[in-house]
């Protein structure tokens, strides 16, 4: 095997077309994003997220080839998210992945997105052995490494805690042209609330439910309180919720390190929370940088290369899509765990 490989990888599980490439050492040459944009007041719709994957895609490629320096034929491997995701979304990269790996005759490796978020969030924040918080629109999740898997510790039973957000802005009508997606209107809101209301504060065991909660906060905006102090007290909870968990999940493992990652990671309210809770505990707080924390295409290529060199490879036949992929179900031959 060459010493150095170059992965181009390609994101497509959800609204964001992500195209990255990486080099085996670490060394991330390009990180291009084109997201589909919905209209306002609508969640993402699957099948037209896919065909604006479809037509930006070349142009995407093109784009982290270019600022990467390389041509296209400089590329060792091809990598994209398998799953889990929306399928018309995964179908769109995995279709455009094959067609790189067999045009210019490269091996091809299916990656999951989670673990994808996990290991380059490692990377770059130099985290080793932490418990990882997953959190964005469409997952809210606790995972550590226990002997060959990374294993789920604790999840949301229903909606993830960026949807819950995003879903209470929409229906309050909370709309900045500034930003299309709901989520920085949403924290502009909630930081100028100053009454703290009773919500429900639902925990169930190392699980969390937001749809009850946010079933409340919207009844409480419907009963006249004001909509400011509302999304302060939904903020506050939901956080809460996943700060408990969060320490519960480092009491039991003995760990002393915590990698954030997500979209939802720029929330500063839950880093602050985080931060608090890590220090009494004595133990430190890892925080992908936004860039890295998104859904983004350079994820998949640093997991293409981790899985491909440790004797992964995915043949063609074999790329098809899995929706819901779970993270216990990859064998993670390239980390072993802390002893």
Not at 56 to 82: R, S, W, Y
Not at 127 to 137: E, M, N, Q, R
Request: overall charge positive.
């Amino acid at each position: 095997m060459q010493n150095k490989i170059i992965c181009l990888g390609i994101e497509s599980t959800a609204h964001t077309l992500g195209v990255g490439i990486v080099e085996s050492n670490g060394n991330i040459l390009a990180n291009i994003r084109d997201s589909y944009i919905p209209p306002y007041g609508k969640g993402i719709h699957p099948a037209e997220a896919a065909r604006h994957h479809a037509l930006k895609m070349k142009e995407t490629i093109q784009k982290a080839v270019k600022q990467a320096g390389i041509k296209l034929k400089d590329v060792n491997l091809i990598a994209f998210a398998q799953g889990p995701g929306m399928g018309p979304c995964l179908r769109t990269g995995a279709v455009a992945a094959r067609t790189l790996a067999l045009t210019l005759n490269k091996p091809l490796v299916g990656v999951n997105h989670l673990v994808a978020h996990i290991e380059l969030g490692k990377l770059v924040t130099g985290a080793t052995d932490p418990v990882v918080l997953i959190v964005s629109g469409g997952t809210t999740a606790l995972a550590a490494l226990t002997g060959d898997r990374y294993r789920i510790l604790g999840e949301t039973l229903d909606i993830a805690i960026g949807n819950c957000f995003d879903r209470f802005a929409r229906e309050v009508g909370l709309h900045d042209p500034k930003h299309p997606w709901p989520g920085p209107v949403f924290d502009k809101v909630a930081s100028k609330g100053t009454k703290y209301i009773e919500l429900p504060y639902i925990v169930k065991g190392m699980d969390l439910s937001f749809s009850g909660l946010l079933t409340a906060a919207l009844k409480k905006v419907k009963e006249g309180y004001k909509v400011e102090d509302v999304a302060y007290s939904l903020q506050e909870t939901a956080l809460a919720m996943i700060t408990e968990v969060t320490e519960r999940a480092l009491a039991h493992t003995g760990k002393n390190e915590l990698l954030l990652t997500g979209g939802f990671t720029r929330n500063m309210r839950l880093q602050n929370m985080l931060k608090t809770m890590v220090k009494d505990r004595d133990a430190k707080l890892h925080v992908t940088p936004p860039e890295y924390a998104t859904d983004n295409g350079v994820m998949i290529a640093w997991l293409g290369i981790l899985a491909y060199t440790h004797g992964i490879t995915t043949k063609i036949e074999d790329s098809y899509v899995k929706q819901r992929w779970r993270i216990e179900e990859v064998e993670v031959t390239w980390v072993k765990e802390k002893q």
